[in-house]
């Protein structure tokens, strides 16, 4: 089924930084509707699930350490052709790749601290975002 949510999340790195404002703004600026958004820390379980795809990869147990040192910000985007849409809007993985603007060229400071999640299918939005939401926050 496509939607038109995706679900992010701002980084431990981000929050330190206190980068919560200025990239909330380009989400916002950029024509995403809020529909869902905490701060929250995720667990370690939390963390290697979420990251589970990438379990025998080199950087799993320090995606895991990063992901879990502090808080995120959780939130569920819509917009028409939101996963795709905040794809473009966040930038490459690696932010040395990210098209100037982006929000991990803008924000970001390695491939690994890489400052924001985004979705990367419907079904993976939807997964996520039920995740961390009940339906009473869901707005
Ligand atoms: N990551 C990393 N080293 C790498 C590739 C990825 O530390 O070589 C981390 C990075 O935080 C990235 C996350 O693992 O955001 C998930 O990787 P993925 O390839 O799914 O990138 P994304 O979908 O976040 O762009
Ligand atoms: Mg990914």
Not at 7 to 19: A, C, I
């Amino acid at each position: 089924m496509v939607t038109n949510k995706t679900f992010t999340m701002l980084k431990p790195d981000s929050v330190e930084k206190g980068n919560i404002g200025g990239i909330v703004e380009k989400i916002t600026a950029s024509g995403f509707r809020i529909v869902a958004m905490k701060l929250t820390q995720l667990t370690k379980a939390d963390a290697e699930a979420f990251y589970a795809v990438h379990s025998e990869r080199p950087f799993y147990g320090e995606l895991v350490t990063y992901m879990t040192r502090g808080p995120i910000v959780a939130a569920i985007l819509e917009k028409e052709n939101a996963v795709e849409d905040f794809r473009t809007l966040i930038g490459a993985t690696n932010p040395a790749e990210a098209v100037e603007g982006t929000i991990r060229n803008m924000f970001a400071d390695s491939i690994s601290e890489n400052a924001v999640h985004g979705s990367d299918s419907d079904e993976n939005a939807a997964i996520e975002g039920a995740f961390h939401f009940s339906g009473r926050e869901m707005f």
